[in-house]
Nanobody
Framework: QVQLVESGGGVVQPGGSLRLSCVTS????????LSWARQAPGKELEWVAS????????YYHAAVKGRFTISRDNAKDTLYLDMTDLRVEDTAIYYC?????????????RGPGTQVTVSS
């Protein structure tokens, strides 16, 4: 049974930073592309970033490019999202998902999520 579990969320002031982690189990981690997505209150699920399985190619939503970095540690079966220069509009529940890119995100397996709140 494949499981993804996110952690690292919290409350941070605008301009601050956070690192999210997603530990996986039940899958051969280095065979799959993975993504981060988020859902703000009252809004639809939004794709944030993806990383490929083999050569760690990365792909970002324009709203986070240059501020967020997706990475993976295949030895630890863990996906990361380093977030800097956080803005109030980044407030959302963040999910890791077993998918590449936004197109199939709604059907993708996701974890329970971790809350990120950006507030002064």
């Amino acid at each position: 049974q494949v499981q993804l579990v996110e952690s690292g969320g919290g409350v941070v002031q605008p301009g601050g930073s956070l690192r999210l982690s997603c530990v996986t189990s039940g899958m051969v981690f280095n065979r799959y592309a993975l993504s981060w997505a988020r859902q703000a209150p009252g809004k639809e699920l939004e794709w944030v970033a993806s990383i490929s399985a083999f050569n760690s190619d990365t792909y970002y939503h324009a709203a986070v490019k240059g501020r967020f970095t997706i990475s993976r540690d295949n030895a630890k079966d863990t996906l990361y999202l380093d977030m800097t220069d956080l803005r109030v509009e980044d407030t959302a529940i963040y999910y890791c998902a077993k998918v590449w890119g936004p197109r199939l995100l709604p059907q993708a397996l996701r974890g329970p999520g971790t809350q990120v709140t950006v507030s002064s």
